[in-house]
């Protein structure tokens, strides 16, 4: 039944959606015919139209926007080559120049497109209209409450994005030209609109409507991720610690909702999380997405953890640097045995669980930029073949994939919740409790550990407490010593997942990606070639491959020096993005719209505004 109804909601999706990435404002679909709207049933499958657009997981087939692995632009991440480079330029219409589709990816959100607004209106339209006297008073208000819940999380999407919008509350007419091209709505407005719909989805929809649907805990999941969202862009983007309050109580109040159910917990090992073919009993998840082969559902994101092909990105210097000594201190204050020997063996034994569990424990030339492979998202047996020989099993090549994806975790709302409390207290909330680290950040560090992991000496890292709070040298000084520990839990957790660019953004801190500041970005993991990559000596690498000593000394290889090639792998070809900050007519915080969508408002008669920061005309 389960894989009946995934496949239901699949194709009526394929149905329902088909036009949506060319149609900014589409015309009515069949199912939103008048005589559609007369049972429960038909309401129930109009809502699962929106599942494959809101909880993509692994995506479908070669199709990976918005998925893991896709978030290579970031500070955690090396590219081979020149690194990915913010949108200079306002492009000319929708897919007309590459930025618009490095916006929709990086920015984890829609394009200029508000298909997925008026199919939530026209839900919620039509419920009013036609349903009052056709469901209970529980299924009507769970409905409408699953139909504003997809309204506001769309909002919130595109406010991410692009932040003033057009604001629509009701389906519009395709004649209604004043409606149809008004121009944005103050952001403000806007996210006043979300968070009725948020706290309306959170009071009203079904605590359980069966599973793998939505419920009020799912709601309250995705509310708690934007909600902290937008109350940091209030403090930080616009300083203003009221609406910043607001927004972080919301986060506190989703939160507790979900902690406070009783239903979920920590109780896999983090590989588990994402190499699993079925996590749906699983308490670490708050929903999940399944494949399935026989149906024709599957996906290729395992395929890049392989080990089989070369891989263009990995983790960079910055990044595993960051990862927390297992006495809960970054490595230059740790006390720990070896925590300043970067070496891979050094390094799992004495690092947080989630570095061995996210990548290949011995550096490898198939990670062509960072001399560090990421196999977060592969389960640990589908590496076996390395020890054994031959190649991949076909589950784990090409778009066969078929392990699920944990498309809410409860891990994400302990951080969010966490965040957003200590957040609060700087705008005059309660200072966080040491029985707040506990159920949050100290819960995840005591996760279970793999069998794998602990007989390569894998240990947790010890419980943070408040009154002895790591004090890292390193740490951004406009980032409280809480507030950075809290960040770097994040960091450490949702590492290649969708967070860490929406992260840097909300909370002003872009120019952690400047690689002209920070040279590690560009770097990648400890190599010691004459030992470990000897058959990398060659002549085909000499002027290619070099290292970095940890006094900063480069040493490129020049076909004569193998001895001396031991330090950060820094591979020649590594070149870094140009400056973005202080640009004129240039925002990174926010993606422009194109000229051809300003310009056909004005050739109807109305204006439409350019994107704040942004000018109305193509650089």
């Known amino acids: 039944m389960r894989r009946y109804k995934f496949l239901l909601f699949i194709i009526f999706t394929a149905i329902f959606t088909s036009c949506s990435d060319i149609l900014d404002r589409p015309s009515l679909t069949t199912a939103e015919d008048d005589t559609f709207w007369n049972s429960e049933q038909k309401v129930r499958l109009y809502a699962n139209s929106f599942y494959a657009n809101f909880f993509v997981g692994y995506g479908s087939g070669w199709t990976t926007p918005y998925t893991p692995m896709n978030y290579n632009f970031n500070d ?4 081979l080559g020149i690194q990915p480079q913010f949108g200079r330029v306002v492009p000319t219409s929708l897919g007309s ?11 984890a959100g829609p394009t200029w497109n508000f298909y997925w607004i008026r199919k939530a209106n026209v839900m919620i339209d039509r419920i009013a209209r036609d ?15 699953i139909a504003r819940f997809y309204r506001g999380l769309e909002y919130a999407r595109l406010v991410n994005v692009f932040g003033d919008v057009p604001y629509y509350s009701h ?11 008004k121009d944005r709505t103050p952001r403000n407005e806007v996210m006043d609109s979300v968070y009725n719909d948020f706290i309306y989805a959170m009071q009203n929809v079904r605590l359980n409507d069966g599973e793998m649907y939505v419920n009020r805990y799912v709601v309250a999941s995705f509310v708690s991720r934007w909600a902290l969202f937008e109350g940091s862009w209030q403090k930080y983007y616009y300083h203003n610690d009221e609406r910043a309050s607001k927004f972080f109580q919301l986060a506190i109040e989703a939160g507790d909702m979900v902690i406070n159910s009783g239903k ?10 994402f190499g699993s073919t079925d996590l749906t009993k699983a308490k670490d998840c708050i929903l999940y997405r399944r494949y399935d082969a026989a149906q024709g559902v599957t996906h290729s994101i395992t395929s890049n953890c392989n080990m089989n092909s070369p891989i ?13 000594c297992i006495d809960g201190k970054d490595y230059q204050s740790s006390d720990v045995e070896n925590a300043k020997k970067f070496s891979m063996e050094n390094m799992i034994k004495t690092r947080d669980s989630r570095f061995e569990a996210s990548f290949f424990d011995k550096p490898t030339p198939m990670a062509l930029s960072s001399y560090l492979y990421v196999v977060k998202f592969i389960p640990r047996e589908g590496l076996n073949y390395l020890k054994d020989g031959g190649t991949p099993a076909q589950e784990y090549q090409g778009v066969k994939n078929v392990t699920g994806y944990p498309v809410m975790r409860y891990a994400e709302v302990l951080l969010n919740w966490i965040e957003a409390k200590a957040e609060y207290a700087t705008v005059g909330g309660p200072a966080v409790m040491q029985s707040d680290i506990d159920i949050s950040i100290n819960k995840i560090r005591n996760r279970p550990l793999a069998k794998e992991a602990i007989a390569k000496g894998v240990k947790k890292t010890a419980p943070m407490k408040l009154t002895e709070l790591n004090v890292d040298p390193n740490r951004d000084t406009s980032v409280s010593p809480l507030l950075w520990e809290i960040r770097r839990e994040r960091r450490m957790e949702f590492a290649f997942e969708y967070a860490r660019i929406i992260d840097l953004r909300r909370w002003g801190k872009l120019n952690y990606m400047d690689t002209d500041a920070n040279e590690e970005l560009l770097m990648g993991t400890w190599v010691n070639f004459p030992k470990e990559a000897k058959d990398e000596l060659k002549a085909g690498n000499v002027g290619k491959i070099r290292v970095v000593k940890k006094d900063g000394k480069q040493i490129a290889y020049d076909g004569k020096n193998g001895n001396e090639m031991v330090g950060f792998y820094y591979r020649i070809q590594n070149r870094g993005r140009l400056p973005f900050l202080g640009v004129p ?10 000229t051809n ?9 109305y204006q439409l505004t350019q994107t704040e920061g942004w000018p109305s005309t193509a650089n």
């Open 131 to 145: 349903m009052g006297s056709v469901l209970t008073a529980n299924a009507y208000n769970h409905w409408m409450g």
């Open 597 to 605: 969508q300003i310009e056909s408002y004005k050739n109807r008669g």
């Open 264 to 273: 979920y917990d920590i109780t896999l090992d983090f590989r588990t999380l």
């Open 585 to 594: 007519n240039m925002n990174p915080y926010l993606a422009p719209i194109s």
């Open 97 to 107: 120049t590459s930025a618009d589709m490095m916006w929709k990816s990086d920015f």
């Open 312 to 324: 263009a990105e990995g983790p960079n210097l910055n990044l595993i640097k960051s990862f927390l």
């Open 171 to 181: 389906e519009v007419a395709n004649t209604d030209y004043d409606e149809l091209y």
């Open 76 to 79: 955690d991440a090396v590219i």
